[in-house]
């Protein structure tokens, strides 16, 4: 079945970039997405990314998606302290489904 | 401000009890979901609703009820038939996905059985 990999844990120094990856396997996601999570807080959208771009550029966020190898990834420049939280890659399916299938999350760690 | 209300943040049960977790949002949406979070599991879909007077079950939705009677109200009953119950539930609501589905979520309920 489809499914979503990402690290479990990464940890980096304030001011340092930040790079979580993601593996997904259903080729026929439309978009793929990134989600942040503080503790004991729900998710927020981070940013998405239709899946015919490779890259996608929003302030500090740096996705980018090789098609090919289904493999996704965001990098945070400049990490802050204020970053360290958990962090989901998420697919959608075909357009138009409500389907989405989450990543296991990957706990960003931010050392000052 | 529009936004998803979950409730009660935390709730403990005891084992045989149904529980119901309030799910209300008011940002006009017809989609709503419910997952379930446990350590290292990422997020596992329990039930959504496209639209009022209906729902689908989701990956796991054995041990679990819900009902869509108003737009804004997603309510989800853990049954004591659910086995292993002690989680983190978040409600989450969308726009119908015609372009990226982007799921706006409450701030979860932590459910504890004693």
């Known amino acids: 079945g489809e499914d979503v990999e990402q690290s479990l844990f990464l940890s980096v120094r304030e001011g340092d970039s930040s790079v979580i990856n993601c593996t997904y396997t259903?080729?026929?996601?439309?978009?793929l997405y990134w989600y942040k999570q503080e503790p004991g807080a729900g998710l927020q959208l981070l940013t998405y990314i239709f899946s015919n771009m490779d890259m996608k550029q929003d302030q500090r966020l740096t996705v980018l998606l090789n098609k090919k190898d289904k493999h996704l990834s965001l990098r945070i420049a400049d990490t802050q302290t204020g970053d360290s939280a958990i962090y989901f890659c998420?697919?959608?399916?075909?357009?138009?489904?409500?389907?989405?299938?989450f990543g296991t999350g990957t706990r960003l760690k931010v050392l000052a | 401000d529009g936004g998803i209300t979950q409730s009660p943040k935390y709730l403990f049960r005891k084992e045989g009890q149904n529980v119901t977790l309030s799910c209300e949002q008011n940002l006009n949406h017809d989609a709503m979901y419910w997952y379930r979070q446990d350590p290292g599991q990422g997020l596992r879909l329990i039930y959504y609703?496209?639209?009022?007077?209906?729902?689908q079950k989701g990956d796991i939705a054995e041990g679990y009820s819900v009902s869509r009677e108003k737009k804004e109200s997603f309510p989800l009953t853990v049954t004591s038939a659910q086995k292993n119950p002690t989680a983190f539930y978040l409600c989450?609501?969308?726009?119908?996905?015609?372009?990226?589905?982007?799921?706006?979520f409450g701030a979860g309920s932590r459910l504890t059985v004693l």
């Open positions: 609703s496209q639209i009022v007077n209906d729902f």
């Open positions: 989450a609501s969308s726009i119908p996905p015609t372009g990226a589905n982007v799921l706006t």
């Open positions: 259903d080729s026929s996601s439309t978009y």
């Open positions: 998420a697919e959608d399916g075909a357009s138009g489904t409500y389907k989405y299938i």
